[in-house]
């Protein structure tokens, strides 16, 4: 980003840029060709860029109507999801904008939607505070373990877009991204946009700060509006969550009611795993209960799908190794192996393995 735009002009340029929208098409498109609405745009792309750099350019662009669907895994969802043309846009106001701005903000211990952090950043961040902590205070500490209640759909708009002027001054810019923010009923946004992702993690941007630079908490991590305090005082991590629900109320966000103290020789459910440290020291890491039973509810129903012909032997495998790549960071040998049975079980038709295994 040039100087200029980092002072806040020339902001708006970025995003309609030619090279940048087409880069932004490109990106988008992946793992999405087969789409009717990705494959329309493909085939005239060169003009379907130009044209959504002229609406831009011009300020006539508008939002297209939301797909409302829900989704059940992990938790039920409600998803609204945007035309192919403005994930473009979006793709295009977040690489070019959004990323380089909110980024120099963000703390180190942020792992949500962030290049080179993701859950598997925050899982080994997490046993990196769990060593630190044994070889100071052995298994005697403590875990504040919270998460927001309906973070996405209790976000306020108007809050929001106070945020983002704090580090945005381009108008033009303003103008996007108020359109996309008020795109959704206030509060809330939707989690299928892009630029929500950067929202969500900017709206609790000030809120880590405090974690850090007021409470003095060394060891905090936050995935999204997931977050653990470590700390060897169970009394200072009363006073934390204290302040923590009244920092919150001024963002008009409350606290899961399953926001507690845990003792850390229990271990903690974070980010899909359960952490915990032996009396040697050593950091275990356990694929969670409620995740356990999720993949063998999908092998179950990949069996029927693949039966019937909805789902060929190739995507079926690809959701697999999808799963046993994020199992892999945990302790789990015995569990993988024992669903590769049940996997094998699909396209062999192995009633007895399917059957047996637990």
């Known amino acids: 980003m040039n100087t200029e735009a980092e002072n806040g002009k020339e902001l708006f340029r970025l995003v309609y840029d030619f090279n940048n929208l087409y880069e932004a098409y490109m990106k988008s498109r ?13 085939m005239n792309a060169l003009e379907y860029v130009a044209y959504l750099q002229h609406l831009l350019k011009t300020k006539t662009y508008t939002l297209g109507a939301y ?30 904008v959004l990323e380089p701005i909110f980024e120099r903000s963000l703390i180190y211990d942020s792992y949500a ?32 373990k919270c998460d927001i209640e309906k973070y996405f759909d209790s ?22 991204l108020d359109m996309i923010i008020d795109s959704t009923d206030n ?38 509006d997931d977050f653990i305090l470590i700390h060897p005082d169970k009394e200072y991590l009363r006073y934390c969550k204290q302040e923590i629900v009244k920092y919150l109320d001024t963002l008009k966000l409350k606290l899961n009611r399953k926001s507690h103290i845990f003792p850390l020789r229990n271990g903690v459910d974070f980010l899909g795993f359960h952490t915990y440290l032996t009396e040697t020291g050593k ?33 079926i495998e690809r959701a697999y190794k ?9 302790n789990c040998y015995h569990l993988i192996q024992n669903m590769n049975k049940r996997y094998q079980a699909i396209f062999e038709g192995d009633e007895r393995n399917a059957s047996t295994v637990e």
């Open 67 to 96: 797909n409302v669907f829900k989704v059940y895994e992990p938790k039920e969802r409600i998803i609204k999801s945007i035309p192919f043309k403005d994930k473009v846009v979006q793709r295009s106001l977040c690489d070019n």
């Open 30 to 42: 992946c793992g999405k060709r087969w789409k009717g609405a990705t494959n329309r745009f493909e």
């Open 187 to 224: 509060p809330g946004l939707p989690i299928g946009n892009q630029t929500s992702q950067w929202f969500a993690n900017l709206f609790l941007n000030s809120f880590d700060h405090f974690i850090k630079e007021k409470l003095k908490i060394k060891m905090y991590i936050r995935y999204m």
């Open 283 to 315: 950091v275990i890491r356990k694929i969670r209960r409620d995740s356990k039973k999720r993949i063998k509810r999908k092998l179950k129903k990949f069996k029927e799908l693949y039966a019937s012909g909805e789902r060929t032997k190739e995507q």
């Open 113 to 144: 939607c962030r290049k080179g952090k993701g859950v598997h950043a925050g899982l080994k961040r997490t046993a990196e505070f769990f060593r630190r902590h044994y070889r100071k205070y052995g298994l005697d500490g403590w875990v504040l």
């Open 322 to 330: 999808s799963w046993v790549a994020h199992a892999s960071h945990g």
């Open 155 to 176: 976000i306020d708009h108007d809050i929001l877009k106070k945020i983002i002027r704090k580090y945005i001054a381009d108008e033009n810019v303003l103008w996007l």
